[in-house]
């Protein structure tokens, strides 16, 4: 996997021409991108999450460690791998990581949605990013269009590259939108 090839993708995830938006239709959620939001507390049958204090991008890395990933740095980046995912966490001094991506790699976008969806509740979890169901919920229904959303305060892009790269996979990149200082990599 050429690591080179990661950073760039998750500073731009895509090419906007590709993407789409998950709401056809505005709405009072909708952003001037054509994003849709989903408010950080929605009335729902099912149960919702406990909110979780904010982590430390420190924090995230060592709680990934102990969650079984082999964890190591590249840049600005912890890179964190479980089997075929691999969990970059942008690192340095915020209340929380700006950037949090899962990267997969293969040609078969299915397969690649699939494992990304396996390792993305647990995640979540270790991280502690809120809300997590609606998280779940959005990537579950997503197939293997490139679309982009945003929940809570989180910008959620998924993005693919299966021609023309050495490197094909897919991406889902979660992005701070409180982050206002170093919010992405040099």
């Known amino acids: ?11 731009c995830s895509g090419s906007d021409d590709k993407k789409t938006s998950d709401s056809p239709q505005p709405s009072s959620g909708e952003t001037s991108a054509g994003s849709t939001t989903e ?4 009335p729902s049958d099912k149960p919702s999450d406990p909110v979780l204090a904010d982590l430390t991008a420190t924090q995230v890395v060592a709680g990934l460690a102990k969650g079984g990933y082999k964890c190591g740095a590249d840049g600005t980046y912890a890179i964190c791998t479980s089997g075929t995912v691999a969990v970059w966490v942008l690192t340095g001094a915020h209340p929380r990581p700006p950037v949090v991506s899962l990267h997969a790699t293969g040609k078969n976008l299915t397969a690649i949605r699939d494992e990304v969806g396996k390792q993305l509740p647990k995640v979540l979890e270790i991280a502690h990013i809120n809300p997590r169901t609606p998280f779940t919920d959005w990537f579950g229904n997503l197939g293997t269009v490139e679309r982009s ?28 939108k409180t982050c206002k200082v170093n919010c992405q990599a040099e």
């Open 1 to 11: 996997m050429s690591t080179a090839l990661l950073i760039g993708t998750t500073a």
């Open 39 to 42: 408010p950080a507390s929605q």
């Open 149 to 176: 959303t945003t929940i809570g305060d989180w910008q959620i892009d998924w993005s693919t590259e299966t021609t023309d790269t050495e490197d094909p996979g897919a991406h889902l990149t979660l992005v701070d």
